[in-house]
Nanobody, 120 residues
Framework: QVQLVESGGGLVQAGGSRRLSCAASGRIFSIYRMGWYRQAPGKQRELVATITSGDITNYADSVKGRFTISRDSAKNTVYLQMNSLKFEDTAVYYC??????????????WGQGTQVTVSS
């Protein structure tokens, strides 16, 4: 099984910064992509940013230029540096891993989520 442990959430003022971390552990054979999604109250979960094993990144338009995703492959850890935070960035942020834990089975794994609240 794969466990994803997120950290770094909390309360931050608008215009401030926050860094989220997500460490993956357990039986992991391959990681194709890791990333962050978020869900605000009353809204659907949406993609924030992803990074592939080849370091190709993808960002939601709403965070481009403000958020940066990076990874440490040796630690199976992904980071999300969030700058110039806005009230509308308030959400529960979920870590995602697209990979193989059971031989021959590629699937998504999710963390428990970490709350980010931006005060205006």
């Amino acid at each position: 099984q794969v466990q994803l442990v997120e950290s770094g959430g909390g309360l931050v003022q608008a215009g401030g910064s926050r860094r989220l971390s997500c460490a993956a552990s357990g039986r992991i054979f391959s990681i194709y992509r890791m990333g962050w999604y978020r869900q605000a109250p009353g809204k659907q979960r949406e993609l924030v940013a992803t990074i592939t094993s080849g370091d190709i990144t993808n960002y939601a338009d709403s965070v481009k230029g403000r958020f940066t995703i990076s990874r440490d492959s040796a630690k199976n850890t992904v980071y999300l540096q969030m700058n110039s935070l806005k009230f509308e960035d308030t959400a529960v942020y979920y870590c995602n891993l697209d990979g193989i834990s059971v031989p021959g089975v590629r699937r998504d794994y999710w963390g428990q989520g970490t709350q980010v609240t931006v005060s205006s």
